[in-house]
DNA sequence: TTTGGCACTCGTGACCTTCGAGTGCCAGGG
DNA sequence: CCCTGGCACTCGAAGGTCACGAGTGCCAAA
């Protein structure tokens, strides 16, 4: 086990590798930290951290940079999470309060979240699966064609055209309507294929074609839109990532345009607390430079969604999870609100 | 007035450039073209089309590039737009087919112009000016809660929740419903004010306030929401951009996320017809260093948004030209159709 | 276990040289 | 009048050398 000395050490590493960018050596740590022990002392804390694998040296000769096995036990054990000041948390809850929209509250958290922890923010669109039904809309647009509106909790909206198999008259659409909502309305979208399955049998003969067509079409929203949507910002931020650009900047940007690889990414955090993804713990290649720190939010207890930064391993990881934490409690205040 | 050769001269360097991105020298150019003249030749050429500020040379004895002002020449005479392969078109064809809606299309789309082009991809949604209403959906959710969904001939769908000042019964709500629609289907959403004015007065006293708190809302989406959004794509594409990273993409990935700045540029564009915007015609400063190729699309004749790549002013003029007007031809076959 | 001392490593930056692509200019020829 | 070959010149890129110094590991003494 590493004495408590060490672990200062580990941390004393960290924060002055995160502060400059560069390789930390001995005579600068007893320099900048008060750890009461002569340079000579730590580089035998150094080796001695070296050979467990938490810390690594650029080249012989340079100083000692962590690794991911450093940064994760800095996260576990030496670092909390860093309350925002108040301030902070004031700009937060104003720039929040003016959306007007979902695609406003998302597209505002975004920003949010990549101006305060000058990275990659993500942030997902709350999910259809656990939400419920608020309203379920049939609109007769042309006597064969009917669009199907389907309106959730969280205020999304979904629409989809329904080429029907014979016309509808508007007072079976309405009767349909009627019936649809009473049954779904206030369900979760996983029950609702179960709750309409016999719905077609109460209709006319004539209608049950397009009964069935629009039901269809309605359960096949449901799955399609589980197929989640995210919305990213402040790749500009990815400029700061280091020297070596170009190399390192490509394939996080790749990463980040597939939003099967970041729903994947996200996917894997935890419904609950907040989950840290270092280096190499990320399963994708292009981000194994890169942490994420990811955190589920909601209108009530339960997690409808996630949202995180995408940034550096060498990140200022109190910081960022401070920040991370507190976009989600005030994002699923607004929607509980609304 | 320039002689032909050196119109032939200077269409050689752009083409040169971009394919190398390498100042190109008289004796390369005799090399790579059939001139038909010697290197000395072309020499003075240069010297010519270098005192009227068609190309620069970065250093003393190095070769030459374009200006912007030689670009701009190359592309209004020089150049023709370079029409896409038969693979190509298919590919276009078959990847748009796919799209369920308009969230869809737009997204694929701009993956699409991404890929089809190498660069950075921006498509602007179907903007609400333009366009005409298909339907208005009125939803009692709550005795004294309205919620307003308004359809557009371009799928596109928008919703407001509206608290009344009173409740307001279904047999009233679904009468204003008729009404309302009866009156602005159809119609263009810049005449629906005018069209929608008096008809508050033809409800009962009782109602009047909610009917008018509901045209309001109406009113305010129509505003609030031909403030036009965006999506863009490709940004990984930036890498490609030069050797001098940091300084050349940081702003341009700060303008892109700008979406202001990306609605002005696409704003600055014809209606009708390619627009190409060269290194500094571009306002923005963070864009002086790109060229901006847009063009407008739409369902019918009339171009009800835009689309266009943003991409180095090195780049390759008739191709990207090409993807874009084609591009732009098959969206609007996708929206006529939907 | 800590500490000061010491020899060693090796990347960084400054400086220099070489190399060659590219230029401008000029005199001669079609 | 325009084109061409020749020629001296420029100057950035690439490579080599060297001194510097931050940082290391190890050891003997406190």
């Known amino acids: ?21 560069e390789p930390v050596g001995s005579k600068a740590l007893t ?21 467990e694998g938490f810390i690594a040296q650029p080249h012989t000769s340079a100083g000692r940079i962590p690794t991911d096995k450093g940064y994760r036990l800095f996260v576990d054990k030496l670092a909390g999470v860093k309350p925002l000041s108040s301030p902070e948390r004031r700009a937060i809850q104003n720039f929040l309060d003016g959306a007007v929209d979902l695609d406003d509250v998302v597209a505002r958290t975004v920003r949010l979240l990549a101006q305060l922890t000058r990275q990659v923010a993500v942030v997902q669109y709350p999910s259809l699966t656990r939400s419920t039904v608020r309203h379920v809309e049939l609109l007769s647009l042309a006597p064969a064609r009917v669009m199907l509106v389907l309106i959730t909790d969280t205020g999304r909206v979904e629409q989809r055209m329904v080429d029907c198999p014979a016309p509808i008259g508007e007072t079976s659409l309405a009767d349909l309507r009627a019936r649809l909502n009473s049954r779904v309305v206030g369900r979760r979208f996983a029950d609702v294929p179960q709750l309409v399955q016999d719905l077609p049998e109460s209709f006319e003969q004539d209608d049950r074609g397009t009964v069935s067509t629009v039901l269809a079409t309605l359960l096949e929203t449901l799955v399609e839109e589980t197929e989640e949507r995210l919305m990213i910002g402040g790749t500009a931020n990815l400029t700061r990532f280091g020297h070596d650009f ?6 996080v940007l790749e990463a980040l345009e597939e939003q099967v690889v970041l729903l994947k990414l996200l ?9 840290v993804r270092i280096g190499h713990e990320n399963a994708h290649e292009g981000l194994t430079s890169t942490s994420v720190v990811a955190v589920g939010y909601g209108s009530g207890d339960e997690a409808v969604a996630k949202l995180g930064v995408v940034g550096p391993t060498r990140m200022d990881y109190p910081g960022t999870m401070g920040a991370v934490r507190a976009v989600a409690r005030y994002v699923g205040q607004i929607l509980a609100e609304s």
């Open 246 to 251: 170009p190399l390192t900047i490509r394939p």
């Open 1 to 21: 086990m590493l004495s408590e000395r060490r672990l200062e050490v580990l941390r004393a590493i960290v924060q002055d590798y995160v502060g400059t960018e």
């Open 267 to 275: 996917g894997e955090a935890k419904d609950s607390g907040m989950t």
């Open 31 to 51: 320099e900048r930290h008060r750890l009461g022990v002569s340079p000579a002392t730590v580089r035998n804390d150094m080796a001695a951290l070296e050979d």
